[in-house]
């Protein structure tokens, strides 16, 4: 029991730490205050007098539709004490409805910039991941949708792009930096991943492969047991994303995209295609 209450004391803690979430919390608390206050104060004054109020129960449910309507038109005070409190409630209950509708259209906004710019801390788990984008993007999207173990599956595309790049409700979006770096690692969930796809920088003609690799080693350090698999540019530079902890290279040209989707799909064939690729440009 004693744990249970620490853990909820603690959540309740880094909930108040949220400035928004306290905010909600003290103008709810700040609700309750004034309605119950007003509520006793409504009794004190029309009991014996008002035929509608003859308990605090009334007096709290008069409070109640006043403040959270425009009031009860069967339910009128008659005493000035009595209509100076219900007044006053009335008053401070708008002040308070217009500032909680405010920080609810805030959240939403901030929830749809955060969303739109790739800054919302992703809860994912054995998704796949794209890390880049380039033109083999939107086929390996799509190839691993058409799949029937991978349909409902979530992806993520972290990219150094301005907004989410393809209109799906199960891909989602976080902005990172070419090499990955910093809390990006954390809002795409990289070390809950089971499949990771390096995309190769085509912006970068001579550092294309090393930025790769270091893509690939951040990926790796991150999570030892993904199965990663990177884009190559220049065939002679396989050994290094090989080191860098790659599962399988793709250099394949314009089918590169096809065969990075179906080197994560596990494709038996794919497989061998790469390895038949592979021995022939070392031969």
């Not at 108040?16 to 104060?41: D, K, N, P, Q, Y």
């Not at 006053?88 to 909680?100: C, Q, Y």
């Not at 910039?113 to 796949?128: A, D, F, P, Q």
């Not at 399988?248 to 089918?255: K, L, N, P, W």
Request: glycine share 6%.
């Amino acid at each position: 029991m004693d744990a249970k209450l620490d853990m909820i004391v603690m959540l309740f803690k880094r909930l108040m730490s949220i400035t928004r979430i306290r905010f909600i919390v003290e103008l709810t608390v700040l609700f309750l205050v004034v309605w119950v206050g007003c509520a006793v104060l409504v009794y004190e004054y029309e009991v014996g007098v008002n035929n509608r109020i003859h308990s605090l129960a009334d007096a709290i449910y008069v409070l109640l539709v006043t403040m959270t309507t425009s009031g009860d038109a069967a339910v009128v005070p008659l005493t000035a004490g009595g209509r100076l409190v219900v007044s006053f409630a009335l008053i401070v209950s708008k002040l308070l409805t217009a500032l909680l509708c405010a920080v609810a259209a805030a959240i939403l906004i901030d929830h749809k910039l955060k969303m739109e710019m790739g800054l919302k801390m992703h809860k994912l788990e054995n998704h796949i991941i794209i890390m880049g984008w380039n033109l083999k993007g939107v086929q390996i999207i799509s190839t691993l949708r058409n799949d029937k173990k991978l349909h409902k599956t979530p992806m993520l595309v972290m990219a150094d792009i301005e907004q989410k790049p393809v209109d799906d409700g199960l891909v989602y979006f976080t902005r990172a930096s070419n090499p990955i770096r910093g809390d990006s690692l954390q809002r795409a969930c990289l070390d809950q991943a089971q499949v990771i796809i390096v995309l190769a920088n085509y912006a970068e003609r001579q550092h294309a492969d090393a930025l790769t690799a270091v893509n690939c080693l951040m990926a790796r350090k991150a999570n030892p047991k993904a199965q990663i698999i990177a884009e190559l540019l220049d065939p002679n530079q396989r050994v290094y994303l090989e080191a860098a902890g790659a599962n399988a290279v793709v250099s394949i040209g314009d089918v590169g995209g096809f065969l990075l989707a179906e080197a994560a799909l596990g494709s038996q064939e794919a497989q061998q295609l790469l390895h038949h690729v592979t021995h022939r440009k070392e031969t």
